[in-house]
């Protein structure tokens, strides 16, 4: 006569532990691809996106730009939340004059802000009727043309577009409303030892370095990293991840643009 088995049990308990194994291995997948964004995030590249038309017309509202943490060396926000326990920077490379870069405010470091370089430590900053002088050389700028465009705020403004040549060489285009507005004319900056002096592209429209109690003379330690090319961009009536929007949303000919 033969025995019968009862495998039931079997098969439940063989499923069970199936189920446990491929659990923990989802596990093990999500922690080494948590651990290894963290580890791009941290020191190689990180993912920003322009809120503001401040930096007009270099960078537009609904932008999104790597950001290579590589370029200054490190320094305690180079890491999430502020936390890397050591102050000033290691592996230092210092930035260049026309430097695209983001850094924590230093009034409120809780806040990431983008600019451009336009002061060196030692540096002489002044802004007289518009025009920006370093160490009191006036720079040159050729206007391109004028043009009317919407803000962020809903309102139409005319603006005008110049080449403006940093001292030493480097060329960027600027948006002026004109050469009167509030910080079209300054007093002198000198730029302290391991600061830097930022200022938007649009040069009417940027809280920057000329706003001392807002922004200020930029610490080195504050740089999170330089701007390097644009991966994606609307122009915001869709979110990134609403991919059904994305043909006629998407600025196509921004797409992984070199920012310059």
């Known amino acids: 006569m033969t025995k019968k088995t009862d495998t039931s049990a079997d ?3 063989l499923d069970t532990k199936k189920k446990s194994e491929d659990w923990s291995e989802l596990m093990r997948t999500a922690g080494l691809a948590i651990l290894l964004a963290l580890i791009i995030r941290t020191f190689l590249f990180e993912p920003f996106n322009i809120p503001s038309g401040s930096m007009l017309p270099t960078l537009k509202v609904g932008d999104y730009l790597f950001v290579s943490k590589y370029s200054y060396g490190y320094s305690k926000y180079s890491f999430p939340f502020g936390l890397g326990g050591f102050e000033g920077r290691i592996w230092s490379d210092a930035p260049e004059r026309g430097d695209v870069v983001v850094f924590k405010l230093p009034t409120n470091t809780s806040i990431d802000y983008i600019k451009r370089v336009v002061g060196l430590p030692g540096d002489v900053i002044q802004v007289k009727a518009g025009r920006l002088y370093i160490n009191d050389e006036r720079l040159d ?3 391109m043309g004028q043009e009317d465009i919407m803000t962020e705020y809903g309102y139409t403004s005319r603006i005008i577009e110049y080449v403006e040549t940093l001292p030493e060489g480097k060329v960027h285009l600027i948006y002026e409303e004109g050469d009167n507005n509030p910080l079209d004319d300054t007093l002198k900056f ?4 391991g600061h830097y002096f ?3 592209d649009n040069r009417d429209n940027s809280r920057d370095s000329r706003v ?5 003379f930029v ?3 504050n740089f999170v990293g330089r701007a390097e090319f644009i991966f994606f961009s609307t122009n915001g ?3 990134f991840y609403e991919v059904w929007k994305w043909p006629t949303t998407i600025r ?9």
Do not use: C, Q
């Open 212 to 216: 001392s109690d807002a922004v200020g």
């Open 237 to 239: 009536s869709a979110h």
């Open 198 to 200: 930022m200022m938007g």
């Open 11 to 13: 098969e439940t308990t």
């Open 252 to 260: 196509w000919n921004r797409l992984f643009n070199k920012i310059s």
């Open 190 to 193: 000198r730029v302290p030892e």
């Open 141 to 143: 700028r050729e206007e």
């Open 219 to 221: 610490p080195f330690e």
